[in-house]
């Protein structure tokens, strides 16, 4: 459905699928999380990945599965030892960034698993819904590899940029490359769209935005295109800010994904008429039992978006109070519309 959106260019088409639509607001999330003794053997399983991606098309109709994985999985593949921690979340071991460090490929052999699972579901979606597989951005990773942890402010990392700025491009640069791969890995194994999430893109100095914000993931698309890799690329830049406009333009990105924060009408005016848009709704008044505020938001993002391509969906993953009958009202009305 979105390829077909965007190859037709029909703005009367209205895709609709919800980052994080697999997490832990399904109750059965957990019969498969708890299978695992921690979440990066649940994200190496063949079996559990299949199960949760498919999950959420058990309970909606939606467009599209997203392959259950995490974008942290890469730097685990770089040999970077992480560990999630129950209401903590990822802690990574420390990394002294030198010359052999920067010259550390991804090891696939861990990733046989999930080029199976892709191949599998692949084959168990119908052959209309997309199966979109993803990674971090560049910056988004450096983030989280030079912190250590998630953080509200990444000090480190920042301080790690206006100290090295030299030794910090180059390590931007390696992250391009394994994104490449990455990407390529699960576009080769059935994914039929791809998707870099730049989750801390709000964090990049403003000196910088460009820099880091835009160019790795145009350097990223350039690269899949020379390798004939040309199904489309979801960007999501998170709370970018005026930013938005230059990257819906120069990041070469076919879908450009709206946080919850950004006002839906200014980015319409603003950002490159010829770009799919998606996202938007906040993801918390899933959690409500407001339907009248729900519905109203649904059709504010409907009529705004009439006259575009747009993909339906919340502006930041799915929370965990997210409520299943939210979700299914949501469906309904854009069904509806």
Excluded at 116 to 138: D, H, M, T, W, Y
Aim: glycine share 4%; charged share 25%; proline share 4%.
């Amino acid at each position: 459905m979105i390829n077909r959106l965007i190859k037709s260019k029909n703005s009367k088409l209205k895709p609709k699928w919800f980052l994080r639509q697999a997490g832990r607001h399904i109750p059965e999330y957990f019969q498969i999380r708890n299978k695992h003794n921690n979440f990066l053997d649940f994200c190496y399983s063949e079996n559990s990945i299949v199960d949760a991606t498919l999950l959420p098309l058990k309970y909606y109709n939606v467009d599209a599965a997203i392959l259950f994985s995490d974008i942290l999985l890469l730097p685990h593949c770089l040999g970077q030892e992480i560990n999630f921690k129950k209401n903590v979340g990822p802690i990574l071991k420390k990394i002294e960034i030198n010359d052999i460090f920067l010259k550390r490929k991804i090891n696939f052999d861990t990733l046989s698993s999930i080029n199976s699972a892709i191949s599998k579901i692949r084959k168990l979606i119908s052959p209309n819904q997309e199966l979109i597989g993803f990674c971090g951005a560049p910056w988004t990773l450096a983030c989280y590899m030079i912190e250590g942890q998630s953080s509200k402010d990444f000090i480190k990392t920042r301080s790690f940029l206006w100290n090295n700025e030299k030794v910090f491009r180059k390590f931007i640069n390696m992250l391009i490359k394994r994104c490449v791969e990455l990407l390529e890995f699960q576009y080769l194994a059935g994914a039929t769209v791809l998707m870099i999430f730049d989750t801390w893109s709000n964090m990049i100095p403003d000196k910088y935005w460009e820099t880091f914000g835009i160019k790795p993931t145009r350097v990223i698309i350039e690269n899949l295109r020379s390798k004939n890799i040309n199904c489309p690329v979801i960007g999501l830049p998170f709370k970018p800010g005026e930013m938005l406009i230059k990257y819906s333009y120069e990041s070469l990105v076919d879908v450009v994904s709206i946080d919850w924060k950004t006002n839906l009408e200014w980015a319409l005016r603003n950002i490159n008429k010829n770009i799919v848009t998606q996202g938007n709704l906040d993801p918390v008044l899933l959690s409500t039992e407001n339907l009248l505020s729900i519905k109203k938001e649904v059709v504010r993002i409907l009529q705004l978006t009439q006259n575009r391509l747009h993909i339906f969906n919340v502006g930041h993953g799915l929370i965990p109070t997210v409520k299943v009958k939210n979700l299914k009202y949501v469906i309904e009305l854009i069904d509806a519309s």
